[in-house]
């Protein structure tokens, strides 16, 4: 796992810039770890109370393991770094990069808001994109892991053009970059909806999986 600067390939030059997260996201994060914790809660608690025999312990530590891995993926240490010729942002495995020489211009936004904004005073969380010539996104860097004051410096480390809005929607983002915006940043209801479902889906099949077994046994 890519976590400390010192993991850092030398075909990617040497660090110029580093970044971490700065202890307030980890609010955030925290919040964003929450339904996969549960996961793991129900998972182990169906161990500990059912005790349950065969192969749904095998699913019941899996659905653990794999909660607990989701959960570690929005809490784990996180790092970016500008290199003499890369971006570099790290994952589970080595590190994306891109070629500084690929970035036509970094885009960021103070806040992303909804797609539908409510009344009153407006909520959203900061994102930035490394934008190709051709309009295509390079790398995105997520508001959940990073504050609006780490990427503004980023940005204006980058050697690009800094292109920056007080605050967008998703909309408004692609009407000049249409090709920019993912779609689970687009359709945000839907991706918690769908999320919410798989969670309440799993939970329940869990529960079933364990009442089964140590009723008809």
Do not use: C
Request: zero cysteines.
């Amino acid at each position: 796992m890519a976590e400390t600067v010192r993991q850092v390939p030398e075909k990617y030059s040497v660090p110029q810039h580093i970044f971490h997260p700065r202890i307030t996201s980890y609010g955030r994060r925290i919040w964003a770890a929450v339904p996969p914790l549960l996961l793991v809660a129900v998972a182990l608690l169906a161990l500990y109370y059912r005790r349950p025999r065969g192969p749904v312990i095998a699913v019941l530590i899996l659905l653990a393991l794999a909660g607990g891995v989701i959960a570690y993926g929005y809490l784990r240490p996180a790092l970016t770094v500008i290199t003499r010729t890369h971006f570099l942002k790290s994952r589970w495995i080595g590190f994306h990069a891109v070629p500084r020489d690929r970035v036509h211009q970094v885009v960021t936004v103070d806040k992303l808001l909804p797609p539908r904004p409510t009344s009153g005073k407006p909520r959203g969380r900061p994102y930035l994109w490394l934008v190709t010539e051709t309009g295509k996104r390079a790398m995105a860097l997520d508001g959940i892991v990073w504050d609006t004051t780490s990427l503004k410096s980023f940005a204006d480390l980058s050697g690009a053009q800094h292109v920056n809005f007080k605050q967008a929607t998703p909309e408004q983002v692609s009407t000049h970059w249409p090709a920019l915006v993912s779609w689970h940043v687009r359709y945000p209801r839907l991706r918690y909806a769908a999320s919410s479902l798989a969670l309440v889906l799993v939970i329940a099949l869990v529960v079933w999986l364990t009442f089964v077994q140590t009723t008809f046994q």
